[in-house]
């Protein structure tokens, strides 16, 4: 299925249902009123949903360290899915979504796990997307329900990459990410506490993404962010449910070496550090882990403000 083109004003988003209801596409209107890519914008018909402007974690966010963790006194073995021995970034990026309902502005999609023989995950449940687009920026509703007869841990996420620059090639990204501190982490899944840093005390106030390899997250996200292209004169403006109060920050360089930037940064919001199971498991808390009831749902909400004409 081909993705799904919503747009109001100077906005524009492609849906895709294919690759777990993502992202494909989020840009602004600008000089001889081309679309400039404020996400990373996918290949045309692309088929990994790795490579997608943004995709949805869930039923977990990011890693779960040797993809296995105990849960009511139970140990949980899941499938690893990526060369570093977890499972990670949940299990719904890479499905087929169902299109509930579409319009101009807006789409809504739907993902059911008891449809999947080999899913990864023990329990059953549902995950909706609601996406829309007004003149003033793009909104995403996601949610997690239990469907089973059995209560689970969860947590969601979103995975967004922005574009470096915009239509204005002196563009140095800027970002502004307020957060409380850093985990300590091990191939990159949290091994302790998170406590202030210099990195996390830089995020307080909008600066230049520093040139070096980065990735890690954060604690105490409050779930605003602020991202900016100066010589372009655009501002995006995250604003994420106060569920989501943890945050990674991805600014890769080639092959992991600082001093070749990728074209892009990821600043993702989402509702658990990464290993959460296993790192509450230690004593460690306000991992951000949600045991859901049978019936119950996590439900999140993110929005993507973009102001345009400005560098104030």
């Given at each position: 299925?081909a993705s799904?083109?919503?747009?109001?004003?100077k906005?524009?988003?492609?849906?895709?249902?294919?690759?777990?209801?993502?992202?494909?596409?989020?840009?602004?209107?600008?000089?001889s009123?081309?679309?400039?890519?404020?996400?990373?914008r996918?290949?045309?018909?692309e088929?990994?949903?790795?490579?997608?402007g943004?995709?949805?974690?869930?039923?977990?966010?990011?890693?779960?360290?040797?993809?296995?963790?105990?849960f009511?006194?139970?140990?949980i073995v899941?499938?690893?899915n990526?060369a570093?021995?977890?499972?990670?970034?949940?299990?719904?990026?890479?499905?087929?979504?169902?299109?509930?309902k579409?319009d101009?502005?807006?789409v809504?999609?739907?993902?059911?796990?008891?449809?999947?023989a080999?899913?990864?995950?023990?329990?059953?449940?549902?995950?909706?997307v609601?996406?829309?687009?007004?003149?003033?920026?793009?909104?995403?509703?996601?949610?997690?329900?239990?469907?089973?007869?059995?209560?689970?841990p969860?947590?969601?996420?979103?995975?967004p990459?922005?574009?470096?620059?915009?239509?204005d090639?002196?563009d140095v990204?800027?970002?502004?990410?307020?957060?409380?501190?850093?985990?300590p982490l091990?191939?990159?899944?949290?091994?302790?506490p998170?406590?202030?840093?210099?990195?996390?005390?830089?995020?307080?106030?909008l600066?230049?993404?520093?040139?070096?390899?980065?990735?890690?997250?954060?604690?105490?996200?409050?779930?605003?962010?602020?991202?900016?292209w100066p010589?372009?004169?655009v501002?995006?403006?995250?604003?994420a449910?106060a569920?989501?109060?943890?945050?990674?920050?991805?600014?890769?360089?080639?092959?992991?070496?600082?001093?070749t930037?990728?074209?892009?940064?990821?600043?993702e919001?989402?509702?658990?550090?990464?290993?959460?199971?296993?790192?509450?498991?230690t004593?460690v808390?306000?991992?951000?882990?949600?045991?859901l009831?049978?019936?119950?749902?996590?439900?999140?909400e993110?929005?993507?403000?973009?102001?345009?004409?400005?560098?104030s």
């Amino acid at each position: 299925m081909a993705s799904i083109v919503i747009a109001k004003g100077k906005l524009r988003a492609a849906i895709s249902p294919e690759l777990g209801a993502g992202i494909a596409d989020f840009a602004v209107q600008g000089p001889s009123s081309f679309y400039y890519p404020l996400m990373r914008r996918a290949a045309p018909e692309e088929t990994n949903a790795s490579l997608l402007g943004s995709f949805i974690m869930a039923p977990w966010a990011n890693r779960i360290r040797g993809a296995r963790f105990v849960f009511e006194g139970k140990e949980i073995v899941l499938k690893v899915n990526t060369a570093d021995g977890t499972a990670q970034h949940g299990d719904v990026r890479k499905r087929a979504w169902n299109v509930v309902k579409q319009d101009a502005s807006s789409v809504a999609l739907a993902y059911e796990s008891a449809a999947h023989a080999d899913s990864n995950w023990p329990w059953k449940y549902q995950c909706r997307v609601e996406y829309s687009v007004d003149e003033g920026g793009l909104h995403a509703r996601l949610s997690v329900h239990n469907t089973d007869t059995r209560a689970f841990p969860t947590g969601c996420g979103h995975h967004p990459y922005f574009s470096r620059r915009l239509w204005d090639d002196r563009d140095v990204i800027q970002l502004r990410a307020p957060v409380s501190g850093r985990y300590p982490l091990k191939n990159a899944c949290a091994i302790g506490p998170a406590a202030p840093d210099d990195l996390s005390r830089r995020l307080g106030t909008l600066a230049e993404v520093p040139d070096e390899h980065i990735d890690t997250v954060f604690a105490g996200f409050g779930g605003e962010a602020e991202l900016r292209w100066p010589s372009s004169g655009v501002t995006l403006r995250m604003k994420a449910s106060a569920n989501m109060n943890h945050l990674v920050v991805f600014a890769p360089h080639a092959n992991g070496k600082s001093g070749t930037p990728l074209p892009f940064i990821a600043v993702e919001p989402q509702t658990q550090v990464n290993d959460a199971f296993n790192l509450e498991a230690t004593g460690v808390s306000g991992t951000g882990t949600m045991v859901l009831q049978p019936g119950e749902a996590l439900e999140t909400e993110c929005r993507f403000m973009v102001e345009t004409g400005s560098q104030s």
